[in-house]
């Protein structure tokens, strides 16, 4: 009813809300934001007591700038998530991931595996140590024996249920098992505990089945069966028992348990023929087809 404005009633108070609020935005922006603080500042002393009736008006302006510069000034405080928005990586995501994939070859899985190949020459130093026939060290070498064995088992199942298959456990797992049977087999064929044809047959069928891989792989993969797996287990249990030096009955059980492993070494071995002559007899078929479509 005087026609004194609004912005002018109560000056000092709409000065002192207005500074407030300016306060209050640069206080919740992150540490470092110098023009949103400059702003609130020059909010409350736009606001000082006794300031004319456009005084409060210019501090609530200027409250509304502190808190707009504290927001804007923060520079490249969201450039990670803009990146990311925009569906590009990151560089420091990029050159992580690059130290990953250059240090995966060092996984479990891979340390296993290198596990079991330092153990086939410390398996073989225990197995001849004092010529052979001493029971302390052959339980030494047992031990090693035993531990490469066990490592088999969980190396391939840990980088299947992982993914931490390489290149590198692709290769170096099964020369770490045939190296370590291998190694077996002769020391205990060369001590005379164990005849030599026993020896040809595993390492035999062990060998002709890696070539029969290699041979029919450009047609498929023959997969583990559960007769090798089984094959496996005995082998490693009868080549575990002639290893130590058992007398009595447990040494005529290890003859047992070895001619059971002889038995399995045979027949998965024929099934692995099998298996690969007709798997090359599909493959071969299947091309044949698509040549014969293909001139069609």
């Known amino acids: 009813m ?6 002018a009633a109560g000056g000092s108070s709409g000065a002192r809300r207005a500074a407030a609020g300016a306060a209050a935005a640069a206080s919740t922006a992150a540490p470092g934001k110098v023009a949103g603080t400059a702003a609130a500042r020059s909010a409350e002393g736009g606001a000082a007591p006794g300031a004319g009736p456009g005084a409060s008006s210019g501090g609530r302006h200027d409250g509304t700038a502190g808190a707009a510069a504290a927001d804007e000034a923060v520079p490249g405080e969201d450039a990670g998530l803009d990146a990311q928005d925009d569906g590009k990586t990151p560089r420091g995501a990029k050159i992580a991931a690059a130290a990953v994939n250059q240090a995966s070859v060092w996984n479990i899985a891979n340390l296993l595996t290198m596990l079991r190949l330092v153990l086939v020459p410390a398996f073989v130093a225990l197995m001849l140590a004092d010529g052979g026939y001493d029971p302390a060290w052959r339980s030494l070498a047992w031990a090693a024996f035993a531990i490469a064995m066990i490592t088999d088992l969980f190396d391939g199942h840990l980088a299947r249920t992982y993914n931490l298959v390489t290149d590198f456990g692709k290769i170096a797992d099964p020369i770490a098992d045939k190296a370590i049977m291998g190694a077996a087999l002769i020391c205990l064929s060369a001590l005379g505990d164990l005849p030599w044809w026993v020896t040809g047959i595993i390492l035999g069928r062990e060998l002709g089945v890696t070539l ?3 041979l029919v792989i450009r047609y ?9 797996k089984l094959k496996t287990l005995t082998q490693g249990v009868a080549v575990g028992m002639y290893v130590l030096a058992l007398t009595g009955w447990l040494a005529t ?3 047992w348990v070895m001619a059971a492993a002889v038995v399995l070494t045979v027949v998965t071995g ?9 798997l090359r007899r599909q493959g071969i078929a299947e091309r044949k087809a698509a040549l014969e479509e293909k001139e069609a």
């Not at 498929?220 to 090798?228: F, L, M, Q, T, Y």
């Not at 024929?270 to 007709?278: F, N």
């Open 270 to 278: 024929l099934d692995y023929v099998k298996q690969a002559i007709v």
């Open 220 to 228: 498929g993969v023959i997969p583990a069966s559960r007769g090798g």
């Open 2 to 7: 005087t026609g004194v404005p609004a912005s």
């Open 212 to 214: 029969l891989r290699f």
């Open 253 to 255: 059980l290890r003859w």
